[in-house]
């Protein structure tokens, strides 16, 4: 499924009565990347951690005595509550999708 959500498809330039400063704060504070790069870098972070207790987990499978249980359980356990709060943004944003689309023009 591609997503692809750009924040608005004016130019800064072209929108009347905003300045610098107005544009800005539109956007929500973040001048690069806006809410696409947010997003990028939160499912980054996200598939990171994931990784990361995949990797402890394998370690202490093959009994490395430099891993203990309960960092991985820690990790593993970030990971897990990181993707259900991934899920539940993904089921927002397809629902806010799903009323725009419905809306009478």
Request: hydrophobic share 45%; charged share 15%.
């Amino acid at each position: 499924m591609n997503l692809r959500l750009n924040p608005t498809t004016m130019p800064v330039a072209v929108r009347p009565n905003l300045g610098a400063a107005a544009s800005k704060a539109a956007t929500g504070g973040i001048e690069s990347g806006g809410f696409s790069g947010a997003l990028k870098s939160a499912l980054s972070s996200v598939s990171a951690a994931q990784n990361n207790a995949g990797k402890l987990q394998r370690e202490v499978q093959l009994e490395n005595p430099k891993v203990s249980l309960e960092e991985t359980m820690v990790a593993i356990q970030k990971a897990q509550i990181g993707f259900q709060a991934t899920l539940h943004v993904r089921n927002r944003m397809v629902q806010a999708y799903t009323d725009i689309m419905n809306m009478q023009v």
